[in-house]
C-alpha cells in the first residue's frame, strides 16, 4: 500500500488511538500524522524508560495529557508532516466514565483500539490487571461506540497467541481456528476477540461501524524498550558490550517489522470503510520463509550489529510457560486485500539495528530514521 494511497483516505480524518504510547502506536501515530490524519490518543503513560513516545515528542510528552504535540524532526522533515498528534489524553482504559467523556469530545471517525497490558510474563505476575484491561477495556470501547454513534470503521487489535496451541509443527492457524489462548495474556486477547464478535453481532449488525480485529504475530523494529522481548534484550546487552542471553532459542515465532502489521491495520480500516463486507478477522504474519526460531532470530541479530557480538543459552528454558512453536497462515489477507509482506525478517532485524543506533546519537536523529523507514516501506 503506498503513502499516496492512503494519504486520501486519512487525510483529515479524526483518529482515535488507544494505546498511543506503546511501541506500537508510537510507530502509528508517526504514520497517521505523516498521512495528515488528526490523531487522538488515549493511554496510560508509556511503559517503558526510555519510551519511543517521548523520543518522538519530547522528556515528558506522556506524563500527562497534552494538547498538539509534534514529532521531534529536523526543521525540513518537520514541515513535510501534515497532521499530528493533536490531543495525548493519558488516563486508563479500565475507567469507563473517563473514557467516555474524551470520545464524546473527539467524535472519532475511525478508531483503532491498541491498549493492552501485552506481556506473557507479566500476564502471570499481574493476571487480574491482564485481564480488566485487556477485556473490560474492550468492553468499554464498544460501549462507546454503541452510546455515540458516528464511527466508521473500528478496529482491535489482537495477537496470534488467541489460538487455542496445539504445538502442530508447520502448521499455521487460519483465522476459523478455536480460540483458547493458554495464559492469561492470551486468553485475555482470545475473550477480547469474542467481546469484539459479539458487539459486531449484537448491537453493529448494519455493519456501522465496519468493524474488524487484527491477529498479529511478534513484532520487532526501532524503539522497543520492553522487558522479556528478544530484539530489546538483545539491543541491550549489546549497547553494554555483554553477550546476548537467549532463553528460549527453540522456540519458532512469526515475528516481522513492526511497519507490516501497521501497514495492514491501516488498509483493514481504510478498506472496510469504503466496503463493509471485508470486515471480519485476520491473521498478520510472515510467509513461512521468515517464521525462524529465536535462536536465528539472534543470529540474525548478531550478524547486523557487528562488533563480535555472540548469544548463548544457559541451559533449559527458563520461566512460566510459553508456546515452543507458533505460526500464521496468512492467506486471507492476502485474498481480501492483495497485502504482501514487504521486508524479509533480516530487513526487519537492518532496520532495527539502524534505528538503535541513531538514537544512540539523539532524539533527533531516531525520528528522522523512523521517517525516512516509513518511506523506504511503503514506497
Given at each position: ?20 504510547t ?18 487522538y ?14 523520543v ?24 513535510a508532516i501534515r ?23 473527539v ?16 500476564s ?10 485487556n ?5 468499554n470501547l ?13 478496529l ?18 487460519q ?20 467481546v ?5 453481532h ?23 524498550f ?5 530484539i ?19 522456540s ?6 513492526v511497519?507490516?502489521?501497521?501497514a495492514?491495520?491501516?488498509t ?16 498478520v504474519?510472515?510467509?513461512?520463509c ?23 543459552c ?11 512453536f ?10 481480501a ?12 532485524v537492518?532496520?532495527?539495528?539502524r ?23 511503503f514506497?
Amino acid at each position: 500500500m503506498k503513502l499516496e494511497t492512503l494519504q486520501k483516505f486519512y487525510q483529515g480524518k479524526r483518529v482515535l488511538v488507544t494505546g498511543h504510547t506503546g511501541f506500537k502506536g508510537s510507530w502509528l501515530c508517526g504514520i497517521l500524522s505523516l498521512l495528515g490524519a488528526e490523531v487522538y490518543g488515549y493511554a496510560q503513560k508509556p511503559p517503558t524508560a526510555p519510551a519511543l513516545f517521548e523520543v518522538l515528542y519530547g522528556s515528558g510528552a506522556g506524563e500527562k495529557t497534552a494538547e498538539n504535540l509534534q514529532l521531534h524532526l529536523p526543521e525540513a522533515e518537520g514541515a513535510a508532516i501534515r497532521g499530528g498528534l493533536r490531543v495525548s489524553h493519558i488516563g486508563d482504559i479500565r475507567n469507563f466514565p473517563e473514557l467516555l467523556e474524551f470520545y464524546k469530545a473527539v467524535q472519532p471517525d475511525c478508531v483503532l483500539h491498541l491498549a493492552a497490558q501485552p506481556i506473557v510474563r507479566d500476564s502471570y505476575r499481574i493476571p487480574r490487571e491482564t485481564y480488566e484491561t485487556n477485556v473490560m477495556g474492550t468492553v468499554n470501547l464498544m460501549e462507546c461506540m454503541r452510546l455515540v454513534p458516528g464511527c466508521s470503521s473500528f478496529l482491535n487489535v489482537t495477537t496470534d497467541k488467541v489460538y487455542l496451541n496445539e504445538e502442530r509443527p508447520g502448521y499455521g492457524y487460519q483465522e476459523e481456528d478455536k480460540l483458547d489462548g493458554y495464559d492469561p495474556y492470551s486468553n485475555s486477547k482470545s475473550c477480547s476477540e469474542l467481546v469484539t464478535h459479539s458487539y459486531m453481532h449484537s448491537f453493529f449488525s448494519e455493519g456501522v461501524p465496519a468493524i474488524s480485529t487484527a491477529r498479529a504475530g511478534n513484532v520487532i523494529g526501532g524503539g522497543d524498550f520492553a522487558n522479556d522481548r528478544i530484539i530489546p534484550d538483545c539491543l541491550r546487552a549489546a549497547f553494554q558490550g555483554k553477550d546476548i542471553l537467549v532463553r528460549n532459542p527453540n522456540s519458532t515465532r512469526p515475528y516481522q517489522h513492526v511497519l507490516e502489521p501497521l501497514a495492514v491495520y491501516l488498509t483493514i480500516v481504510m478498506k472496510q470503510a469504503e466496503d463493509g463486507s471485508l470486515a471480519g478477522w485476520y491473521n498478520v504474519g510472515p510467509d513461512d520463509c521468515d517464521c525462524v526460531t529465536t535462536g536465528e532470530l539472534a543470529e540474525l541479530f548478531v550478524e547486523a550489529f557487528g562488533e563480535g557480538l555472540r548469544w548463548y543459552c544457559p541451559g533449559a528454558p527458563t520461566g512460566p510457560h510459553e508456546a515452543d512453536f507458533l505460526k500464521l497462515n496468512n492467506e486471507k489477507i492476502k485474498r481480501a486485500f492483495g497485502w504482501q509482506p514487504v521486508w524479509h525478517i533480516g530487513e526487519a532485524v537492518e532496520a532495527t539495528v539502524r534505528w538503535s543506533r541513531a538514537f544512540q546519537e539523539s532524539s533527533e536523529a531516531a525520528n528522522a530514521e523512523m521517517l525516512r523507514q516509513i518511506r523506504e516501506y511503503f514506497g
